[in-house]
């Protein structure tokens, strides 16, 4: 599976942005898709992830009621939906596919494919 994120840029705090993430393959939907980012100097973090169905979701602490992820099969594309940014969610953004559901504990070493990153700058 090869992924393609798209979507960053900068922003003001406050606004929002959406990010999209392009898969290519047949079996885009037996995979569970994720959102990661990471910040200068910081470790990846865990974002968002969705199962191949779209039926469940979870967040990470720091986005929950600000951020959703959908996916539409059809399209193979995994979307990330950012309001109410701050300045903090300033990182580069990572699309990944994980195998397997792993319900609450979300690894970035568990994730089997990443997509190549995407800029978003949140202006104070």
């Known amino acids: 599976v090869q992924l393609q994120a798209c979507g960053g840029g900068l922003v003001q705090a406050g606004g929002s942005l959406r990010l999209s993430c392009a898969a290519s393959?047949?079996?885009?939907?037996?995979?569970?898709m994720a959102w990661f980012r990471q910040a200068p100097g910081k470790e990846r973090e865990f974002v968002a992830v969705?199962?191949?169905?779209?039926?469940?979701?979870y967040y990470g602490d720091s986005v929950k009621g600000r951020f959703t992820i959908s996916r539409d099969n059809a399209k193979n594309t995994v979307y990330l939906q950012m309001n109410s940014l701050k300045p903090e969610d300033t990182a580069i953004y990572y699309c990944?596919?994980?195998?397997?559901?792993?319900?609450?504990?979300?690894?970035?070493?568990?994730?089997?494919?990443w997509g190549q990153g995407t800029l978003v700058t949140v202006s104070s």
């Open positions: 990944a596919a994980y195998a397997s559901w792993y319900g609450i504990q979300w690894l970035s070493s568990r994730v089997n494919y």
């Open positions: 393959g047949r079996t885009f939907s037996s995979y569970v």
């Open positions: 969705i199962r191949g169905s779209g039926g469940s979701t």
